[in-house]
């Protein structure tokens, strides 16, 4: 019998699909263009063109289905969301507008922020009153319920944001307990999404989390209800921005934690490498067909962040977006991919994205109704694509039309048509160096002498050129590198990442109400891991804080360990904290006080294991298939590259640059100066030769 599990990934352009037996290490992958009106059309495509080539039926994926997806992240950046209502304390009802009053941009006398998720005339306030104690001085009324509903009738899902419910619930349960049974609509309550302190984090994370439940429960209803109809009796399995997966019902009550599923899959998959190759270092290089994200790999375990800005109006502007309080991967994305649009700007310089062909017309080459030039017909016109072998023939390109469309940038440059592709290859280069580079110094990483994995539908056709701009002295190419994230959610673990704000001073006393409140952590934790199908004796918990000094207004994160329980003793924890405070800012306060906000525990259960078979042995000196015409930097000539198909590499394998590695689904781009092996795992690993 064969253990066949099924991966989906919804990108923006494409939509990935991997068939992968376990017994036998065999994968098959899909990949079709997204269907943004209905996702479930390119899904359902995939799925059944993938199981034909598998030839295996429906009723043989016995494991659940696991799924990322930009359902989420689109909706809120497109504003194609639900009409959702938000009900907060009686005087509190302008929150979401008047925001944090912080200024992302203080001299921008014209400064643009995100409409808010829910508008103000849907904005409703209720009396009622607790403590930022957790004393509650006034209960909501059944009268006041009453009303309430009749005055919301119309809403498709409704969010509960009371003040203080972090420290106390209990009149945000009342509240969103009546309004489920009075409305009969979904309806999610803070104290559900993200209880922590802080009100309008809180409150924004809870109203996009209300506005996009309208999006993800239909799907998933359309696809379960398909996955049924068809034969599967897997469930299905959702990935989170943290990296793991929770069960479809988890995520369908929740679907804010969905924002970043298909970037954290990619770090997952990066993760897998990582150990399977010995990189304790390793930067992750996703380009698709709309955006490029990184982030880096330490110690086979990627950074995190407690919280994720979306929907931003300035895509570098921290602060012009919906700042969600989510565990997510701490990555960074941007407006770069195959699609992403060349142009000219005001200043008479040429520029690319942010903006995006997706799926539809998609760029010019696709034939579909496309104008303006393309990353992707950059990639074509300069030879390192093979318009009669985009997704290995079935979806033929358009050189013709793509160097067409060239022009009119050529012109406005004073270059021909050919010149200009190669200026739209270097400018998305530069791009994606640049913001890597930026959110590592922010950071405090250095990125050189980092190994860089590329993957994605056109990572590999630009990872050599990135890796050249940060110094990054390897560039691996996995096997199947176009779906990498799709795959990365087969190796992802099982996982929720909790938090609960309840402000004490660590010291004596403290542990008392400290495990009272981590008791409640664990069994959430344990519930959400039965329910995606984790056994019990399999559930781990890591714990974590968010402290400061006494009297200070932000906290840092620091993660103190793991167990059963909480680990270690008070004071070790205070050392923890003070250790931590002096890495980020050269010193440590040894005399004020450490006070915890944010109490915060990590469930998980490792995914089912699996093992890649060795690829056979080659004969050292592989056989290029022809040649192409081709060139990768601007002032030289086309020349001649040799062109090797990828299924006819053996482990062992070398060949040096110039050089394009074709399979179905991408492209592997090997300039000049760069030496290539191919490893027992079938990953083609490229070194800068003058290093």
């Known amino acids: 019998m064969s253990d066949w599990r099924l991966a989906v990934d919804i990108g923006g352009t494409f939509t990935d699909i991997v068939l992968l037996d376990a017994d036998s290490g065999r994968v098959v992958v899909e990949k079709t263009l997204t269907t943004p009106s209905a996702p479930l059309g390119g899904v359902r495509e995939g799925v059944i063109s993938a199981l034909a080539k598998a030839g295996i039926e429906p009723r043989d994926i016995t494991r659940p289905i696991v799924h990322a997806t930009t359902l989420i992240t689109n909706a809120l950046i497109e504003g194609k ?16 507008e008047i925001r944090t009053e912080h200024r992302y941009d203080m001299y921008d006398l014209q400064i643009e922020f995100p409409a808010p998720p829910i508008p103000r005339e849907l904005v409703f306030e209720i009396d009622e009153r607790v403590t930022a104690t957790g004393e509650v001085r006034q209960a909501p009324s059944e009268a006041a319920l009453d009303e309430l509903a009749e005055t919301m009738r119309g809403v498709e899902a409704v969010a509960v944001c009371l003040l203080n419910s972090y420290a106390n619930a209990d009149n945000e349960r009342v509240v969103a307990e009546g309004l489920a049974k009075r409305l009969g609509v979904p309806v999610c309550a803070s104290y559900e999404v993200t209880p922590q302190i802080r009100e309008y984090p809180r409150m924004i994370t809870t109203a996009c989390n209300a506005a996009t439940m309208p999006v993800i429960g239909p799907y998933l209803e359309e696809l379960e209800r398909w996955l049924r109809d068809s034969g599967f009796g897997a469930s299905v399995l959702m990935m989170l921005s943290n990296g793991g997966v929770v069960s479809a019902a988890d995520a369908r009550k929740v679907p804010i934690r969905l924002v970043e599923s298909g970037p954290a899959a990619g770090a997952l998959a990066g993760v897998w490498y990582s150990r399977r190759l010995g990189e304790d270092r390793l930067f992750c290089f996703d380009l698709g067909g709309t955006t490029a994200k990184s982030c880096l790999i330490e110690d086979h375990r990627p950074e995190l962040t407690n919280e994720f800005e979306v929907a931003r109006v300035y895509r570098f502007k921290k602060g012009s977006g919906y700042p969600c309080s989510v565990p997510s991967v701490d990555l960074v994305e941007i407006g770069a991919g195959g699609g992403s649009l060349a142009r000219i700007d005001d200043l008479g310089l040429l520029k690319v994205g942010p903006d995006s062909a997706g799926a539809d017309p998609g760029p010019v080459s696709y034939g579909r109704g496309g104008t303006t030039p393309a990353t992707t017909d950059a990639d074509l016109v300069m030879g ?182 909480w680990p270690g003793s008070t004071a070790g924890s205070a050392e923890a904290f003070h250790q931590a405070y002096e890495r980020v800012y050269g010193m440590r306060i040894p005399d004020v006080d450490v006070e915890v906000v944010t109490w915060r525990v990590a469930a998980w259960s490792d995914a089912p294991p699996f093992e890649v078979p060795a690829l056979p042995a080659g004969t050292g000196a592989p056989t290029p298939k022809g040649t192409r015409r081709a060139r990768f930097r601007r002032g030289e000539a086309p020349r001649e590259v040799p062109v090797y198909r990828r299924a006819s590499f053996g482990a062992g394998d070398r060949f040096s640059g110039p050089a394009l590695v074709e399979e179905r689904e991408t492209t592997s781009v090997i300039p000049d100066g760069w030496a290539c092996e191919v490893s027992a795992d079938g990953s083609i690993i490229a070194t800068r030769e003058d290093q």
Do not use: K
């Open 384 to 565: 390192l694509l093979d318009p009669a072998y985009f997704l290995g023939g079935e979806m033929p390109l358009d050189l013709d039309r793509a160097r067409r469309a060239f022009q009119p940038l050529a012109d406005v440059l004073e270059a021909d048509a050919d010149e200009a592709a190669v200026g739209v290859y270097e400018v998305i280069n530069q791009n994606m160096a640049a913001a890597a580079r930026m959110h590592a110094v922010e950071r405090g990483i250095d990125l050189r002498g980092v190994s860089l994995i590329a993957f994605g539908g056109a990572g590999p056709v630009h990872a050599c050129g990135v890796a050249a701009l940060l110094e990054a002295p390897r560039v691996i190419f996995p096997v199947n590198a176009s779906v990498l994230s799709a795959f990365g959610t087969l190796v992802s673990p099982v996982r929720i990442d909790l938090a609960r704000s309840m402000v004490r001073v660590l010291g004596d006393g403290v542990e008392t109400d400290r495990d009272a409140l981590l008791d409640e952590m664990r069994e959430e934790g344990r519930r959400v891991l039965a329910a995606a199908g984790a056994a019990a004796g399999d559930v781990r918990f890591r714990y974590g804080l968010d402290a400061r000094y006494a009297g200070q207004g932000n906290e840092i994160t620091v993660w103190v360990g793991e167990g059963d329980s």
């Open 81 to 96: 969301i639900g009409r959702a209502g938000l009900v907060t304390t009686r005087g509190f009802g302008d929150t979401l």
